[in-house]
Every structure is written in structure tokens, then in C-alpha cells.
């Protein structure tokens, strides 16, 4: 029974927290105190709390996300899984990883092997050859810098990498360079040279990071779902369950994943497919269909007409009111990934580690 009061307790603490991210009218904490909260909330094992911290506070503030304490936990239990508190976490095998990417693309563009030999045995910027570089790399940031410099000067770079740099993720909160890229207009730091390099810096890292997990509103009733939509993409919990319910509706058996139509040029997604081939029961045209589902990315798809119509048929159906949001069905693909992990997995494992801060931080 203790445990079940201390997670409605924790619960409770969630949605008071999340209700708020981004209000001016609440009042900001003065940041003194949320440094030295987030301090007492680090494992005494982290170095340099105190600029973990500092770099932490400076994220929320100039994105007026609230620095409630279930905010501060989620960020820092999303640190803890991705990297360990390290700002550039080095990636076992990382070289034997690189290389057969390498080794993939070029089978695919047909190159033979004594001319990537060839190219990889040239000299890069720093005096070594590339295939040097490459047996040396540890980090994420190392990497991102080799295929930089090998895309620049080398010819067979781009023809391997179409001119754009492979890795895509980066940091202390593993955020995605390309998210980070499209939400840097407001980035705080003058002396910032590039967004890439800015996401591979722990200030970096940790404002993006902040602006992926906590940057947009959500009506969820657990923070296991917004760690989720950290995995997955932003509403992909809300998303997975409108698939789901089409699903049953329409007897299709649709991938839970969170993307709703394909963008594509003349594609369509087989959610958008299932969907229209209910459109007599849904008294909807395959054009507002459409349209309505495009509003998957965004906060609003729960006010459009489709979405009401898809839960009235929904709940019609099952006799009772069926779950609005779920944990997305994906299995997690990536070369540094070597076990069958999910978005499942992920969220639940953070989850796990929020509700720990959560009661390191309660009254004792």
C-alpha cells in the first residue's frame, strides 16, 4: 500500500508540474534555488554538479519552461539514461561501428573496396589519415568531426554520405541534430559557432534535450508517456493510440507508431488508408481526412473532427471509453544498438528513474 501512495503522490506531483511548462504568469524560481535543488537531486557521484546545474536552470529559464521539481526530475532522468551525466558519452565499439557503415554505403553506391581503402588511407586535416582517425574515434562528437572533414575533402565523402554528415544524435540527452537545427533561433549562448557543435557541448546537449522533453504541451496523465514521445517523437503516444483505435475500427492491422500520414510526394501512410476507408461511418470526405490527420504533429489533432468521430465510433464500440494514449510500438533500430530494445523499454526505464528523483526530492 505504500507504494501505490507513493506513486499517486508522484503522479499527482507530475500533473501539477506539467499542466504549467511554458506560462509566463507563474512566477520563476529564483535560480539559486533551482541549481541547488538540482545539485541535491544529482548523484553524488556526478562532477561538476554544480555546472551541470547551472547549464540545466540556464535551459529552462530562457525557454520559460517551469522548473517545478517533477520537470527538473524528468530532465535529469533522461541525463542518467542516455549518457550517465557525460556530455560527449563515449559508445562501445564505436570504430567497428563507423567502419561497417562505411563499408555498407559503399556497397550500395557499388564502390570498390581498393578505392574506399584508397580514400580512407589519404590525409586528413590533423595529419592523419582517415583510417587512422577512424580507429581511434570514442565519441559521437569524434565521429561527427571525421565524416565533417571527409566530406569536405574528400570526393568519395560525398558521393558516400550525399554531402550530409551521418550522425544524427548527440550529447548528454542523445537529442537529434536535426530537431536541435530546426529549434535554434532562440539558442542563449552568443558564442555558439554551429548548432551541430553546440548539441555535442553539455550546455548544448542539455538545452535541446530540455527543449525535445519538455518543450511542448500535453494532456497525459503520467510522465511515462511524455519519456516515450522523447524516444519516439513528439505525441507519438496520443498518435499510437488514435492507430490503434482506427485499427480496431477498420480490422487493419496498423504499425503503432506515432506517424499518421506519409510526407512523401504521392504516398500515403496505411493509417490514412484504414482511416478514409471508414469515412462512411465518420460522415467525413477523404479530404478533411486528410487534412485532420496532418494535425497529428501538433497540439490541436484532439480538437478536430476526426479525432472526436474516431473515439465516438471507438467507445461506441467497446462499451466503454478506450485509451486515448498508449506506449508507442516500436522496436528501436540503430547500429550502437546491439539487444531487441523498444520505445516501450525506454520509457518505462526512465520512468523508473524519474520516480527515483522523485522521492529523493520528497519531504522527508
Not at 130 to 139: I, S
Not at 221 to 229: E, K, T, W
Not at 258 to 278: C, H, M, P, Q, V
Request: proline share 6%.
Amino acid at each position: 500500500m505504500r507504494a501505490a501512495r507513493t506513486v499517486v503522490v508522484l503522479s499527482a506531483l507530475w500533473l501539477a508540474g506539467c499542466a504549467t511548462l511554458r506560462t509566463p504568469e507563474v512566477p520563476r524560481r529564483p535560480a539559486d534555488e533551482v541549481r541547488a535543488e538540482l545539485v541535491s537531486l544529482m548523484p553524488a557521484s556526478v562532477a561538476d554538479r554544480a555546472g551541470w546545474a547551472a547549464d540545466i536552470e540556464t535551459a529552462f529559464a530562457a525557454q520559460n519552461i517551469e522548473a517545478s521539481t517533477p520537470n527538473l526530475c524528468a530532465t535529469l532522468a533522461v541525463i542518467a539514461q542516455e549518457s550517465s551525466y557525460r556530455a560527449d558519452p563515449v559508445v562501445p565499439g564505436l570504430p567497428r561501428i563507423a567502419r561497417g557503415e562505411i563499408e555498407r554505403r559503399a556497397r550500395a553506391a557499388h564502390i570498390p573496396d581498393f578505392l574506399l581503402d584508397k580514400a580512407l588511407g589519404l590525409e586528413s586535416s590533423d595529419g592523419r589519415t582517415y583510417d587512422e582517425r577512424l580507429d581511434t574515434v570514442r565519441t559521437e562528437h569524434d565521429l561527427s568531426d571525421l565524416f565533417e572533414d571527409f566530406i569536405d575533402r574528400v570526393p568519395l565523402g560525398s558521393t558516400l554520405f550525399g554531402g550530409f554528415n551521418p550522425v544524427h544524435t548527440g550529447g548528454p540527452m542523445q537529442v537529434a541534430i536535426d530537431f536541435a537545427e530546426q529549434h535554434g533561433e532562440d539558442y542563449p549562448y552568443d558564442d555558439a559557432q554551429s548548432v551541430r557543435e553546440e548539441v555535442f557541448s553539455r550546455r548544448g546537449g542539455l538545452y535541446f534535450g530540455i527543449a525535445h522533453l519538455l518543450g511542448y504541451e500535453v494532456d497525459y496523465p503520467s510522465p511515462l508517456y511524455r519519456f516515450a514521445d522523447y524516444n519516439a517523437g513528439w505525441y507519438a503516444s496520443r498518435n499510437a493510440a488514435f492507430q490503434r483505435a482506427v485499427s480496431q475500427l477498420s480490422g487493419t492491422d496498423l504499425a503503432l507508431d506515432g506517424d499518421l500520414i506519409a510526407y512523401g510526394a504521392f504516398s500515403i501512410s496505411n493509417t490514412e488508408r484504414a482511416t478514409k476507408s471508414l469515412r462512411d461511418r465518420l460522415d467525413m470526405d477523404e479530404g478533411p481526412i486528410r487534412r485532420d490527420l496532418t494535425e497529428g504533429h501538433g497540439p490541436d489533432f484532439d480538437r478536430t473532427r476526426l479525432y472526436k468521430r474516431v473515439y465516438a465510433l471507438a467507445d461506441e464500440a467497446a462499451g466503454a471509453p478506450v485509451e486515448r494514449v498508449i506506449l508507442p510500438g516500436i522496436e528501436l533500430e540503430s547500429p550502437k544498438i546491439t539487444r531487441n530494445l523498444t520505445t516501450a523499454w525506454f520509457a518505462q526505464r526512465v520512468y523508473a528513474r524519474w520516480q527515483a528523483c522523485m522521492q529523493r526530492a520528497a519531504p522527508r
